[in-house]
């Protein structure tokens, strides 16, 4: 049986729960494989089960499979496939249920409470997260190519970069350097420049790239269903004294950060090093999110570096450290790494350390 259901179901024998249902998101494709749009996979302490429509089960039938050769594939769609769970649920006697809240609709819910009216519905998202949040070795190996090919096409991408250029532009000629590796998409692309760095969530614009721009660019690429983040700010030119500093700031922020990441260590203490550094520098106030967060098959995941987080870092988590200052009128400068938490002396390896860093002047 695969590590992640018998994980699974350790959970579910502690937490006296009988099954759980994944109607989609990562976590359903963590513990069925399948990567499609539509289907239903449900775990229980007796069986595992994906409920699909037609267009589906014969890549139901291979994905899953890969996860475990006890998966029985149901063609259903629509209330018949929510019916069929609700009689697997009473042939087994289950009574309690997990289910990740985040990702499942309201009408879903409803639909499910329905038909099986006699089972009590649990929110699960914390416990799956948890369970997600430590990376197996294939996993890594994974994510590391992630970076790597994320890592490449940046470089590609700053060496297409002519004044003139839009930021939009930019981000085109990202996700084209992306398209020339097999198997991986562009995840997202931040391009803020000039007073855009800012904004930091920026989408891309018709702002032309100009001489004196700092340029922030976050980027990554989901590559066989894990995902890269890496962040970079370079000069275009000569850039202000101003910038300078803001830069130099949040690189020692981060610097000091990263020196804190390791096994053990508390999420929202490493977050405060590197608040407190900004602060006491004179720029907290523009240092709004918090430093980092959880990285694997969201972009997005378990545990998040942030003020008064006490989620306490283990062995296998990937997390980013990406401290920022943004000011309006100015810019702004955030740079960001992916971190391996592990054994190591440091207690982390740098998986985005071959990606260019620095303030990198770009000259033309």
Not at 166 to 191: D, H, K, P, Y
Not at 263 to 269: D, F, I, L
Request: with cysteine; charged share 25%; hydrophobic share 40%.
């Amino acid at each position: 049986m695969n590590e992640r259901i018998l994980r699974l179901r350790k959970a579910m024998s502690d937490a006296r729960i009988d099954a759980c249902v994944f109607y989609s998101g990562a976590d359903r494709q963590f513990y069925s494989g399948f990567t499609g749009t539509s289907g239903i996979a449900v775990v229980t302490h007796k069986s595992l089960i994906f409920v699909t429509d037609s267009r589906y089960t014969i890549q139901a039938r291979e994905q899953c499979s890969a996860i475990s050769d006890e998966y029985v594939i149901v063609q259903k769609g629509g209330a018949a496939a929510v019916a069929h769970i609700a009689e697997v649920f009473k042939g087994e006697g289950i009574s309690r249920i997990w289910v990740n809240e985040d990702m499942m609709t309201y009408s879903q819910y409803l639909a499910l409470t329905a038909e099986a009216d006699f089972v009590r519905v649990e929110k699960g998202a914390q416990v799956f997260q948890s369970l997600r949040a430590s990376k197996t070795g294939d996993e890594i190996a994974i994510m590391k190519e992630a970076a790597r090919i994320a890592g490449k096409a940046y470089v590609a991408m700053l060496n297409n970069t002519v004044v003139g250029m839009t930021e939009l532009e930019m981000a085109a000629e990202f996700e084209r350097q992306v398209g020339m590796f097999e198997g991986a998409s562009c995840a997202f692309r931040i391009i803020a420049s000039g007073e855009n760095g800012a904004k930091p969530h920026a989408i891309p614009s018709e702002r032309k790239i100009q001489y004196g721009d700092m340029v922030t660019v976050d980027f990554g690429v989901c590559y066989k269903g894990y995902y890269s983040d890496c962040t970079r700010t370079f000069a275009v030119g000569e850039v202000s004294h101003e910038q300078e500093k803001i830069y130099s700031i949040v690189a020692q922020a981060k610097a000091l950060a990263q020196r804190a990441i390791r096994p053990g260590a508390v999420c929202g203490e490493i977050d405060k090093i590197a608040r407190d550094y900004i602060t006491e520098a004179g720029y907290g106030q523009y240092f709004g999110h918090g430093l980092g967060h959880g990285l694997g098959m969201d972009v997005h995941e378990f545990p998040r570096l942030a003020p008064g987080v006490d989620a306490v870092l283990a062995e296998g988590m990937v997390v980013t450290n990406e401290p920022g200052i943004y000011i309006e009128g100015l810019g702004g400068v955030r740079i960001e790494d992916s971190l391996l938490v592990d054994d190591s002396p440091e207690g982390h390896t740098n998986i985005t350390a071959d990606v260019p860093n620095g303030l990198y002047v770009k000259e033309f």
